[in-house]
Nanobody, 126 residues
Framework: QVQLEESGGGLVQPGGSLRLSCAAS????????MGWYRQHPGKQRELVAR?????????DYADSVKGRFTISRDNAKNTVTLQMNSLKPEDTAVYYC??????????????????WGQGTQVTVSS
């Protein structure tokens, strides 16, 4: 089993900053990538930012957050942090941590599974 523990989030005024952190633990052989998704009420979950853990640390951002959000990793601790600056009301959503983790499926086989955190609310409002 793999667990993702999220921290951060809360209420902030427009233009403010918040930091989200996510730590992966459990029966982890290796982590391919970690990232953050968000879900607005009544809409599908969407990618916010993602970083490849297993190699060069390449990143991917939603166009709506480029230049405002920064994702970073700590490979030794299996954690990722999302620094969110210049927050806007439209950033209000539930944010979910995601990790693509290689785990042991059987004695002779491994597989990569997607895991999700429980979600943390981010509210940007004056």
């Amino acid at each position: 089993q793999v667990q993702l523990e999220e921290s951060g989030g809360g209420l902030v005024q427009p233009g403010g900053s918040l930091r989200l952190s996510c730590a992966a633990s459990g029966s982890i052989l290796s982590i391919y990538a970690m990232g953050w998704y968000r879900q607005h009420p009544g809409k599908q979950r969407e990618l916010v930012a993602r970083v490849v853990i297993s190699s060069d640390g390449s990143t991917d951002y939603a166009d709506s957050v480029k230049g405002r959000f920064t994702i970073s990793r700590d490979n030794a601790k299996n954690t990722v942090t999302l620094q969110m600056n210049s927050l806007k009301p439209e950033d209000t959503a539930v944010y979910y941590c995601n990790a693509a983790v290689r785990v042991r499926a059987s004695y002779s086989r491994t597989e990569v599974n997607d895991y999700w955190g429980q979600g943390t609310q981010v509210t940007v409002s004056s």
